[in-house]
Each structure stands twice: as C-alpha cells, then as structure tokens.
C-alpha cells in the first residue's frame, strides 16, 4: 500500500538515499552525497511543496521532484529528477504517483510538464509516451577539452553571473534549466566569459564543475573566439561538459567538435499536455 504527499518535510538526507537507491542502475553514474543533491536540487529551483514522494509503510521509495516557472509563454512544471527504487518498479508506483502529481498540479494552474530524457533510455521515453508525451526539441550533450589554442587570452572577460545583466548568451532558445534566469537561482556558481572583436564575439557560460549551459559565436571570427574561450577553460579543467545544445544547431555543434568534443549523450526534451485526457 503507497501513500503520496508532497516533500516539503523530507530530510535531504532522506531524499539523497532515495535517489542512489533510484538510480543504482542507471545508464550514467548518478550517485549524490546530500550536500550535492541539495546544491543541484537548489540550482534546478526544486519547489518541495509541488515536489511529490511515494511512501510504502513509511518509507520514501520514489519521487517526482518538480521546478515551477513561466517557459515558452506557459506556466509550467520541470521535472528536474524522476525516481523509483528497483524493488518497487513494475507495480504501476509511477502512473500512480504521477497522476496523484497531474491532478494536484493541474489544480495550481499549471498547464504543461516539461522533461528531458536521454534517447537510449527507451524504457522511460515509452513511459512518458504513453501518459502523452511528445517530443518538443533534441539535444546533444557534449564532453571533452580543447589543446588548440587561438591565441586572444588576454582578451576574455570573465564575470561572476551574479554581476551580469543582460539576457541569455546563445542564439538558440536555452533549455528550461540552462536559461539565465535558472542559473540566477545559484548565481554564485556561474560565470560568463565574453570575447568580442571588430569582427567576431563569442560568449560563454560555465558553473564551478565545468559545465558549459551556454555557448555563442558569431560574425566572421566568432569561431575561433569560442576556440580561444574553451581553450581557456580547458586550462582550468580535466574535461569540460557543454549541455543541451539544440541538434538544429548543426555549425555550432561541428565547432565544437573540431575542438575535441564529443557527443556524451543525446536527449529528447518532451512535454505532456496536462489538461489533455490521456492517463
């Protein structure tokens, strides 16, 4: 017998077991300490009261953790982590849980919930197919260093996204967690590096893991700006990670890898239309 209620009162400590048990098995290592969880679940703008858990005799054995906002024009909910422990799967403890999670957010006014899932993960995208889910966007997930450098070091100008005021700094439309307005909810872990000339300007934005959430360049010499920014960057990393560029961005992508990067994981960006009559 499951209970759902939402988590605004579960530990972290809690919620981080629930999560390394969720994810033991997973394509990806996805293992977090409760200080990692709470700082990602902080940048991910996690909103516990609108964030649901499924309790069996008590116990935490899955969640739906959830960010609220305005994306696309749409009062919307993200999901920012999806989990069930193994033993509890196959039992119809998802569908359950998220319709108990449809109906209470439906009743908040929120009109579409928006998710990411990695391609090869045919089980979940079959899922969320099935409550209505359709693809939106495709993202590729890139991963690597660059040694080549183009010179203009000197030039990049480095700032903390607490002290930038401007809008986004790509010329694709951000994903819902890689927007600036996102990343302002832990401003302290980002930064920007912006590299402009008479003729080119690249710009950038990484957090303190080296996890790029941005990257532009345009005019005749803003590809080899962006080189000289990641070439930069590679200095200061073992392996940097640049997340969710849209797959229509074929010339940015073919930049990027000409400077070492390679494709991590590819992902499906889906949403489900919740005052539709699909359970």
């Not at 293992?31 to 969880?37: C, F, H, N, V």
């Not at 993200?78 to 957010?105: C, N």
């Not at 929120?110 to 090869?120: R, S």
């Not at 994981?265 to 949403?271: G, I, R, S, T």
């Amino acid at each position: 017998m499951y209970e759902f209620r939402n988590l605004e009162n579960e530990s972290i400590e809690d919620l981080a077991g629930t999560w390394n048990l969720a994810f033991s098995d997973y394509i990806v290592d996805m293992d977090m300490s409760p200080e990692r969880l709470e700082a990602y679940f902080k940048i991910s703008g996690v909103d516990y009261r609108r964030s649901f858990g499924a309790f069996n005799n008590g116990v935490l054995v899955g969640m739906l953790m959830n960010s609220v906002d305005i994306y696309k024009g749409r009062k919307v909910a993200y999901d920012a982590m999806t989990g069930i422990a193994p033993e509890h799967r196959g039992k119809g403890l998802f569908s359950a849980l998220f319709e108990f999670t449809k109906k209470v957010l439906q009743e908040d006014g929120i009109t579409h919930y928006y998710l990411e899932v990695i391609q090869t993960n045919e089980r979940a995208y079959n899922i969320y197919s099935a409550k209505g889910g359709k693809v939106e966007r495709e993202y590729t997930f890139l991963k690597g260093r660059t040694d080549r450098d183009p010179g203009h070091r000197d030039e990049i100008k480095f700032r903390p996204l607490s002290d930038f005021s401007g809008g986004e700094l790509c010329d694709y439309e951000p994903s819902f967690s890689n927007r600036v307005s996102s990343m302002r909810r832990n401003a302290d872990d980002y930064k920007t590096a912006i590299l402009e000339t008479e003729n080119g300007k690249s710009s950038v934005v990484i957090n303190t893991q080296g996890r790029i959430t941005q990257a532009g360049c345009g005019g005749p010499e803003g590809k080899t700006l962006l080189g000289a920014i990641l070439f930069n960057l590679s200095q200061d990393f073992e392996e940097l990670e640049i997340s969710n560029i849209p797959v229509t961005e074929t010339e940015l992508i073919t930049e990027l890898k000409s400077n070492g990067f390679t494709v991590k994981v590819d992902q499906y960006e889906m949403y489900i239309d919740l005052c539709s009559n699909i359970l």
